[in-house]
């Protein structure tokens, strides 16, 4: 069992008091390790240099070795000084002489000019727990550069998908992939490393599964991920991502999994006619953890995901008021109920009654109503489906997916019956749809390698998403005619790339426009945008629209990436590149790929 899960077992049968976590800030190594001094080697400058008042000697002349002014222990002790290590982890393996040609001692440095001129130093190798520092120095060892750091053991710099900065001080730096953990001072190579845990590698595939890449400097760290989703990433989730990064940083360093690293809150329920025994912890990195010790042993009812509306009133919260605990109870009968709710916050104002009352009723409703997490990744709508703001029909309804399209889903419902999916505008937002109107679409794309595609049909996909989902208006589609334009325009994709344009053959152009067929508008074929009757104002005639595609480009993982964009008006026009995989029931599209423009 999760230990994030333990911890609200213990909480439910009272070996965990309320408010025995700390803040839910910045997660920091714990005090179980001795942390080095975060302070990164200093930049070589032209003054920093010690330039020789006449030549040095030749490359073949110089001694070898230590210099005799100092020990080997006298070097490690600088060295570690300013590298900012502990000098009994540090050993030193190889020191030779060198000229360097410039006052940044052979290192590329693109903060500084470097003056070009013969710098005499040495080429100091270093060990720190059995990884190799490449280090450059002047003569007096005064200024020391890293030039090369040995990776761990199965660690590629490629491989590196989460990278995160500690925000303040002491600086910390960590670098995570699938299976392990890099971390230390910032501007310095890592001094520790660690496997990543299997729990943690699970929410790693969720967030690399689910977003874009991004870098981002949030309250909580400076972070960046290698993503492979569809899903933009919010303010919100961005900071729950770096909050996530710090919580393993901060485990790694204490040499164990701490379920107070990044905790918020804690909420729990006790009694009730139902005799209800249930708990959740959420944190800071998005997941809330649930357990019901109705059972006996405790059951662990899965991690809720929140949603980026979820996190960014999380957030609000920690970052305006001071920590609390908060009790709501029944009157004194035999079936009386006992809500409890701890919180942890950074802020500095006392939270009212009625904020204690509406962040224990949030916990609440997260429980009952969270998403849990999934292997299913798209489900296709059977016909046209409404998108509500929670799982049931009781909820607000602010969409609708038409009939044959696929939605990325975020997550499911306790009960399996609703799907989470990937709102209007690409957020991770409160979007879901009932399990019973569509179908989910559980096969992985079924090769890697670019199948044989028809491109009538890749293009008919794209026209009908541009035409009923991405047409920049907040309502649906009433086009009365839409021009097509034959010729392809990479261009309009916001990609930057060259037109490149090529004429969609006649062919292709009916089998699209059969396709079509089922829509309302009337599609008529143009051999340029130029051609289209407009008004005084530029605007399409008649209330029609404009939609261009580019060419069709097959990509290494086997997907298919095509631009397309719609103009209806000066300001009424837009514009993205659209990715479809190929499953075996045909290609679908799944999203997007790099920016989107919209005027």
Same mark, same amino acid.
């Given at each position: 069992?999760?230990?994030?899960?333990?911890?609200?077992?213990?909480?439910?049968?009272?070996?965990?008091?309320?408010?025995?976590?700390?803040?839910?800030?910045?997660?920091?190594?714990?005090?179980?390790?001795?942390?080095?001094?975060?302070?990164?080697?200093?930049?070589?400058?032209?003054?920093?240099?010690?330039?020789?008042?006449?030549?040095?000697?030749?490359?073949?002349?110089?001694? !070898?070795?230590?210099?005799?002014?100092?020990?080997?222990?006298?070097?490690?002790?600088?060295?570690?000084?300013?590298?900012?290590?502990?000098?009994?982890?540090?050993?030193?393996?190889?020191?030779?002489?060198?000229?360097?040609?410039?006052?940044?001692?052979?290192?590329?440095?693109?903060?500084?000019?470097?003056?070009?001129?013969?710098?005499?130093?040495?080429?100091? &190798?270093?060990?720190?727990?059995?990884?190799?520092?490449?280090?450059?120095?002047?003569?007096?060892?005064?200024?020391?550069?890293?030039?090369?750091?040995?990776?761990?053991?199965?660690?590629?710099?490629?491989?590196?998908?989460?990278?995160?900065?500690?925000?303040?001080?002491?600086?910390?730096?960590?670098?995570?992939?699938?299976?392990?953990?890099?971390?230390? /001072?910032?501007?310095?190579?890592?001094?520790?490393?660690?496997?990543?845990?299997?729990?943690?590698?699970?929410?790693?595939?969720?967030?690399?599964?689910?977003?874009?890449?991004?870098?981002?400097?949030?309250?909580?760290?400076? &972070?960046?991920?290698?993503?492979?989703?569809?899903?933009?990433?919010?303010?919100?989730?961005?900071?729950?991502?770096?909050?996530?990064?710090?919580?393993?940083?901060?485990?790694?360093?204490?040499?164990?999994?701490?379920?107070?690293?990044?905790?918020?809150?804690?909420?729990?329920?006790?009694?009730?006619?139902?005799?209800?025994?249930?708990?959740?912890?959420?944190?800071?990195?998005?997941?809330?953890?649930?357990?019901?010790?109705? !059972?006996?042993?405790?059951?662990?009812?899965?991690?809720?995901?929140?949603?980026?509306?979820?996190?960014?009133?999380?957030?609000?919260?920690?970052?305006?008021?001071?920590?609390?605990?908060?009790?709501?109870?029944?009157?004194?009968?035999?079936?009386?109920?006992?809500?409890?709710?701890?919180?942890?916050?950074?802020?500095?104002?006392?939270?009212?009654?009625?904020?204690?009352?509406?962040?224990?009723?949030?916990?609440?409703?997260?429980?009952?109503?969270?998403?849990?997490?999934?292997? !299913?990744?798209?489900?296709?709508?059977?016909?046209?489906?409404?998108?509500?703001?929670?799982?049931?029909?009781?909820?607000?309804?602010?969409?609708?997916?038409?009939?044959?399209?696929?939605?990325?889903?975020?997550?499911?419902?306790?009960?399996?019956?609703?799907?989470?999916?990937?709102?209007?505008?690409?957020?991770?937002?409160?979007?879901?749809? *009932?399990? #019973?109107?569509?179908?989910?679409?559980?096969?992985?794309?079924?090769?890697?390698? /670019?199948?044989?595609?028809?491109?009538?049909?890749?293009?008919?996909?794209? &026209?009908?998403?541009?035409?009923?989902?991405?047409?920049?208006?907040?309502?649906?589609?009433?086009?009365?005619?839409?021009?097509?334009?034959?010729?392809? #325009?990479?261009?309009?994709?916001?990609?930057?790339?060259?037109?490149?344009?090529?004429?969609?053959?006649?062919?292709?152009?009916?089998?699209?426009?059969?396709?079509?067929?089922?829509?309302?508008?009337?599609?008529?074929?143009?051999?340029?945008?130029?051609?289209?009757?407009?008004?005084?104002?530029?605007?399409?005639?008649?209330?029609?629209?404009?939609?261009?595609?580019?060419?069709?480009?097959?990509?290494?993982?086997?997907?298919?990436?095509?631009?397309?964009?719609?103009?209806? *008006?000066?300001?009424? *026009?837009?514009?993205?590149?659209? &990715?479809?995989?190929?499953?075996?029931?045909?290609?679908?599209?799944?999203?997007?790929?790099?920016?989107?423009?919209?005027?």
């Amino acid at each position: 069992m999760n230990v994030r899960t333990g911890i609200v077992i213990l909480l439910l049968t009272g070996i965990v008091l309320a408010g025995c976590a700390g803040p839910a800030g910045p997660a920091q190594p714990t005090s179980t390790v001795d942390q080095p001094t975060m302070t990164p080697a200093p930049l070589a400058t032209p003054t920093d240099a010690t330039v020789p008042t006449e030549p040095p000697p030749a490359a073949s002349e110089p001694p !070898t070795g230590v210099p005799a002014t100092m020990t080997t222990e006298q070097v490690v002790k600088v060295l570690s000084g300013k590298l900012a290590v502990d000098p009994t982890q540090m050993t030193l393996v190889s020191m030779e002489p060198v000229n360097w040609p410039d006052s940044c001692l052979g290192v590329n440095t693109m903060e500084i000019m470097c003056a070009e001129v013969i710098t005499p130093g040495y080429r100091i &190798v270093v060990e720190v727990d059995g990884l190799q520092t490449t280090v450059h120095t002047n003569e007096d060892l005064s200024v020391a550069l890293i030039a090369d750091v040995e990776q761990p053991a199965g660690a590629v710099a490629e491989d590196v998908i989460v990278s995160w900065q500690a925000p303040g001080e002491p600086c910390i730096a960590g670098q995570i992939s699938a299976e392990w953990i890099n971390f230390g /001072p910032c501007g310095s190579p890592p001094t520790q490393t660690a496997p990543l845990p299997q729990p943690r590698a699970a929410e790693l595939a969720y967030y690399t599964m689910l977003y874009a890449s991004y870098d981002a400097e949030t309250p909580s760290g400076m &972070v960046s991920l290698k993503g492979d989703g569809p899903a933009r990433a919010e303010a919100a989730d961005q900071r729950s991502l770096a909050a996530w990064a710090g919580e393993v940083v901060a485990d790694a360093a204490g040499g164990q999994a701490d379920p107070l690293n990044g905790l918020a809150m804690i909420w729990r329920r006790e009694g009730g006619i139902a005799g209800f025994c249930d708990g959740l912890s959420v944190y800071a990195g998005g997941q809330a953890p649930a357990v019901t010790c109705q !059972t006996s042993p405790a059951s662990d009812l899965g991690a809720r995901w929140l949603s980026s509306p979820q996190l960014g009133q999380v957030f609000g919260w920690i970052d305006a008021l001071a920590s609390f605990q908060y009790s709501q109870k029944d009157p004194a009968t035999a079936d009386a109920m006992t809500l409890d709710l701890s919180f942890n916050g950074t802020g500095q104002s006392t939270a009212l009654q009625v904020e204690q009352q509406a962040m224990l009723d949030y916990a609440g409703q997260l429980f009952t109503f969270g998403a849990l997490a999934t292997p !299913t990744r798209f489900v296709q709508a059977d016909a046209d489906t409404p998108m509500v703001t929670g799982p049931g029909p009781q909820f607000e309804q602010i969409g609708e997916v038409f009939g044959g399209q696929m939605a990325f889903v975020t997550g499911v419902s306790q009960d399996g019956r609703w799907w989470r999916v990937i709102c209007a505008d690409d957020t991770v937002g409160d979007c879901w749809l *009932a399990g #019973d109107q569509v179908t989910p679409q559980v096969a992985t794309p079924s090769s890697a390698t /670019p199948a044989s595609y028809d491109p009538g049909d890749i293009y008919q996909r794209v &026209v009908r998403q541009v035409y009923t989902v991405d047409h920049t208006y907040g309502q649906p589609p009433n086009f009365p005619v839409v021009y097509l334009v034959r010729r392809t #325009d990479d261009s309009v994709g916001a990609s930057g790339s060259p037109a490149n344009g090529q004429a969609i053959a006649p062919a292709d152009q009916e089998r699209i426009s059969a396709a079509l067929s089922d829509l309302p508008a009337r599609f008529i074929w143009v051999d340029k945008a130029d051609d289209v009757p407009r008004d005084p104002n530029g605007a399409v005639a008649d209330g029609g629209a404009i939609i261009t595609v580019g060419n069709i480009t097959a990509q290494p993982d086997g997907t298919l990436h095509v631009p397309a964009s719609i103009y209806i *008006a000066m300001l009424a *026009a837009g514009g993205q590149t659209y &990715v479809l995989e190929n499953f075996p029931e045909g290609w679908q599209i799944t999203g997007t790929s790099g920016p989107a423009w919209i005027s």
